[in-house]
């Protein structure tokens, strides 16, 4: 039997030669304030439309729910930082559309997996334990986790920070049916900075270190399906998937270097691409730009819807064209939005000629109610 010391540090160093930033462990509970703060969260409806996380916060506050043999919880922190200066990304580019930097490259659940495997076949090579591998796609507090591990903390924006990658990093947790030596835990090193707080477009920060998903850029362009609030699509801005402004702000970025794994680099083409290039997708050319990207389980036609919110924010007449043709749109979401960017970019003149024609066609109530609305 191994000695648990040196174990761990055998554990660490083949996550190091896996590529990931930084490696923590810690036992298989969450403290009783975290849980207070997720079932707070929860009464606030701050969750949105995500009944998930509703519908399995038992087994969040409890991971042996999850897993009933785990004894050890291994956190490892992948690097997705972007070349160059974080905030850059801030900056505005007429005629463009801005992603999310996770999702500029490949799909990082994908990516990650392949080398939590590893880690995870070596572990039971070497111990003869099992291991339960988790990347953001079951009930389980990563970032908790993270904190209690010692390899970040919670900043006020609610994302992981750490000391050595700041705002741009990936989780991975690894369950453990072995006791390992434990890791201290991360402090708070936010201080009285608020940047990433004040930045956001939408104040979707009622409080520091509370988010509310209803109000959140990342929410309404990802996990939110049907119509995006009205009074909403303003702030929204050029943003077509997620938004980084809370995380780019982050002083600790100024620690960060460019992510060594390409796979997280951005694709050429979606790297500031032309939204009149993008609203022009039918579904066939979305599933191929975008294979292996996280951006293609949204659909096609939330993609288009929030690209549609985007040429409406632009406030410019050269994107009428493309925008009239989508009024026909065998997607109700698509139509919705399209008349919502009409109303934003062409004369009234122009709006009312398409409303007559359209308005008698048209049976999908909320589509009607865009055109009303847009007409009052």
């Not at 039997?1 to 930033?21: C, N, R, T, W």
């Not at 969750?47 to 509703?54: A, Q, R, V």
Request: hydrophobic content about 40%; proline content about 5%; some cysteine.
């Amino acid at each position: 039997m191994i000695p648990g010391h040196i174990l761990k540090q055998k554990l660490v160093d083949k996550a190091y030669q896996e590529g990931f930033s930084s490696v923590g462990i810690t036992i298989p509970s969450i403290s009783d304030e975290v849980k207070f703060h997720l079932s707070q969260w929860i009464y606030n409806d701050y969750h949105g439309t995500m009944e998930w996380m509703e519908r399995r916060v038992n087994e969040r506050k409890n991971p042996k729910m999850l897993w009933p043999e785990v004894r050890s919880v291994i956190v490892l922190l992948d690097n997705y930082s972007p070349e160059g200066d974080s905030l850059s990304l801030l900056n505005m580019k007429k005629g463009k559309g801005k992603i999310s930097v996770y999702a500029r490259g490949d799909d990082y659940h994908k990516v990650m997996k392949k080398r939590m495997k590893r880690v995870g076949m070596w572990f039971e090579h070497e111990t003869g334990e099992s291991m339960r591998m988790f990347v953001d796609t079951a009930p389980v507090m990563e970032k908790a986790f993270a904190m209690q591990a010692g390899i970040g903390w919670q900043g006020k924006h609610t994302n992981l920070v750490s000391r050595n990658i700041g705002s741009w990093g990936f989780i991975g947790v690894l369950f453990a049916s072995l006791d390992l030596p434990v890791d201290n835990k991360e402090k708070d090193h936010c201080g009285s900075c608020r940047r990433c707080i004040d930045i956001c477009p939408t104040s979707a920060f009622p409080a520091p270190y509370s988010l509310d998903a209803r109000r959140c850029i990342s929410y309404l362009t990802i996990e939110m399906r049907g119509h995006i609030p009205v009074k909403l699509r303003p702030l929204i801005g050029d943003k077509i998937y997620g938004c980084d402004d809370c995380l780019a702000v982050c002083p600790w970025n100024k620690f960060a270097v460019q992510s060594v794994e390409a796979r997280y680099h951005a694709r050429k083409q979606l790297d500031e691409p032309d939204l009149s290039w993008l609203v022009t997708m039918d579904d066939s050319v979305f599933r191929e730009v975008f294979s292996g990207s996280p951006i293609k389980r949204i659909g096609r036609d939330c993609f288009i819807r929030n690209v549609l919110i985007a040429i409406g924010n632009s406030g410019c007449q050269s994107y009428l064209h493309q925008v009239e043709t989508l009024l026909c749109d065998s997607s109700p979401i698509v139509r919705a939005v399209a008349v919502w960017a009409l109303s934003r970019i062409a004369d009234i003149h122009t709006y009312r000629k398409h409303m007559q024609e359209q308005i008698e066609s048209e049976s999908d109530p909320y589509v009607l109610c865009e055109w009303r609305a847009a007409a009052l």
